[in-house]
């Protein structure tokens, strides 16, 4: 017969609790200047923008970039994709998606986070009637039931349309731009 031996008394207490630690440590970022928990990214702390870049060659998708600048006084958590819609009113919308979770990572104040976007533009082949054109976009923060609305602006920081077909826009996975960068 097999025989078990467990840890008892002050030693299972012991043991519980260093596994209990180790458990939030791996779950949880933590700033670098003292160990304390950062929370995630509000939606209100971040200055947003949404810059359109562009047709690809032959014209079947065009480029988008939405950025987000942590203009709080803390670091926080950026957990997942961002939130994206550009409606046509209240009737279509073309909402934001991406493949599986990104990385979360920690956005020090001053630093900006990135997300490229994809859609198929007005009249370029393969888009459908579910069109929207609107020259601004309603964005927030992943995990977050905050809202803003944001211009929509060409590289010259100019007003302009954002004319796009489908039912989304395509996101890669948000990634960090240090300060100063």
């Not at 008892?8 to 458990?23: C, F, I, R």
């Not at 929370?39 to 014209?59: A, I, M, P, Y």
Request: charged letters at 20%.
């Amino acid at each position: 017969m097999r025989t078990t031996t467990r840890p008892s008394g002050g030693l299972a207490v012991l043991m519980a609790v260093l596994m209990a630690g180790l458990a939030l440590t791996a779950c949880g970022t933590t700033s670098e200047a003292d160990d304390t928990p950062l929370g995630n990214c509000r939606t209100g702390s971040l200055k947003w923008t949404l810059v359109l870049l562009g047709k690809e060659k032959g014209g079947s998708r065009a480029d988008a970039r939405l950025t987000a600048v942590n203009k709080g006084p803390d670091s926080c958590v950026f957990d997942g994709y961002p939130g994206i819609e550009i409606h046509n009113g209240k009737a279509e919308s073309i909402d934001g998606t991406g493949p599986g979770h990104p990385a979360s990572f920690p956005l020090s104040t001053k630093a900006t986070v990135t997300v490229d976007l994809h859609y198929t533009p007005y009249g370029a082949k393969g888009a459908d009637d579910w069109c929207v054109r609107q020259s601004e976009a309603v964005v927030w923060a992943p995990h977050d039931s905050d809202r803003t609305v944001v211009p929509v602006l060409d590289r010259h920081r100019r007003t302009v349309v954002i004319d796009a077909c489908g039912e989304t826009l395509s996101m890669a996975p948000p990634h960090r731009t240090p300060a100063g960068n």
